[in-house]
């Protein structure tokens, strides 16, 4: 539903047209008199809910201002023409309900009317249109529909058995951490149902590491700078290794409560630090959720852009950096590559990460290039070797930047970073 939109929005609008009427009938504004507007709001429910049932309403006011009688009748085609739009605007959250759920109109079993306004004929009759003549259920009484709501919910939360109505709350936003670069990385989607549980493995970035910082977003966006910041913490402690090595487990938690839960472990010493991140504590408004939404939509290209300059980017540096450990380790290539091959690997892995520190914001293609010409290098050689092996190979895996690293990767996949 939409909380900003209910039953005072009608009034008011009632509100505006009598004082109208007042000005003509009477020739007096009644705008600064807080007494005959009081009045006037009374009068103005009672009409909203006497035309839910009867084409007319009576609107009568005794000694209004300066001692005058007011009467009016307002009809219910009056009542619609005022709130013409706001009718219109009730279905705005049917709409996205539909869509987030990806069900159709035909799929829709029961139409549940919740919230005394939807007794307003008008808002019935728009309801049965959008649903091709579906009829409403009136069996539940619309101002009861909450309560029987919140039990079922109950229900579910104590784990009591609430019949065949189950109802299950979900994440607005997706959940995640900022990686290499300030990407987004989401480990709980969007529309999630909640409660929920989610891990992902990373890696550091650099070798020798020993702490990483998880900084927690809510959003869609690509870049955590467009998200909304929720939290951080540090993991202390991971001993020194070459970058890749480490397994490091974050865990995302958001109970039934919406609290959630970030934790992060290093698998080798069990180390683990976490945060607690309550949903009432400076959290999102439904009119700014709703409007993060619409910035995903707008600059969904964009977006998709800069994700596929950050993989390509990353693999482009994960490849060299993982080429220039091998060629400087007896037990993998340096053992089995002369002199002039290791030199021509080392000079095409300079190159490639001196270009990645001179271009910042370089673009997919342009990182898929730079690659193209490193591995134009490397991989002949890497080749003889392989051959010469019998067919043991020595491949080249992924690293990551000053942070994490996907542990859970395919050859040529790189992982986000922290």
């Known amino acids: 539903g939409d909380t900003h939109l209910g039953g005072e929005d009608f009034d008011q609008r009632i509100m505006k047209h009598l004082q ?23 009068e103005a429910e009672k009409a909203k809910r006497t035309l839910s049932t009867q084409p007319t309403a009576l609107i009568e006011v ?4 300066d001692g005058e009688d007011f009467s009016e009748t307002l009809t219910r085609a009056k009542f619609e023409e005022l709130n013409a739009d706001l009718f219109k605007k009730t279905l705005k959250p049917v709409q996205k309900v539909l869509k987030q759920s990806g069900l159709k109109k035909s799929e829709i079993d029961e139409i549940v009317l919740v919230g005394g306004s939807t007794r307003i004929p008008k808002i019935q009759d728009l309801l049965k249109k959008f649903f091709n003549g579906k009829e409403v259920n009136r069996g539940v009484d619309p101002d009861e529909a909450v309560a029987h709501g919140a039990a079922a919910l109950g229900a579910v939360l104590s784990g009591k058995d609430g019949g065949e109505v189950v109802v299950l709350d979900v994440t607005p936003l997706s959940l995640g951490i900022e990686t290499v670069g300030g990407m987004m990385t989401n480990i709980i989607n969007k529309d999630t149902t909640i409660p929920a549980r989610k891990s992902q493995v990373f890696s550091t970035h650099v070798d020798n590491q020993e702490a990483v910082t998880i900084r927690v977003f809510q959003g869609e966006r690509a870049r955590t700078k467009d998200n909304f910041f929720l939290g951080k913490f540090d993991l202390t402690g991971i001993p020194p290794a070459p970058r890749g090595t480490p397994q490091i487990e974050v865990t995302f938690e958001v109970d039934a409560n919406g609290i959630l839960s970030v934790s992060a472990e290093d698998k080798a010493t069990a180390k683990r630090h976490q945060i607690t991140i309550e949903a009432s504590k400076g959290g999102l408004s439904q009119k700014e959720i709703d409007q993060m939404l619409k910035d995903a939509q707008d600059y969904a290209k964009a977006d998709k852009e800069i994700k596929e300059a950050v993989a ?30 290791k030199a021509a690997i080392q000079e095409a892995v300079d190159a490639a990460i001196e270009w990645l520190e001179d271009n910042p914001e370089a673009d997919k293609d342009a990182c898929d290039e730079q690659k193209a010409a490193l591995e134009s290098v490397a991989n002949p050689i890497i080749s003889r070797v392989y051959q010469q092996s019998g067919g043991q190979g020595y491949g080249t895996g992924a690293g990551s930047d000053d942070g994490f690293d996907d542990a859970e990767m395919d050859d040529d996949e790189f992982a986000d970073e922290l």
């Open 62 to 65: 005794d000694s209004l201002i």
């Open 20 to 42: 109208r009427v007042v000005k003509k009938k009477m020739g007096k504004d009644v705008a600064g008199n807080s007494h005959a507007l009081a009045k006037l709001r009374r």
């Open 312 to 341: 390509a980017r990353n693999a482009l540096e994960g490849h060299a950096y993982t080429l220039r450990a091998q060629i400087s380790d007896e037990d993998k290539l340096a053992g089995r590559l002369d002199e002039t091959e």
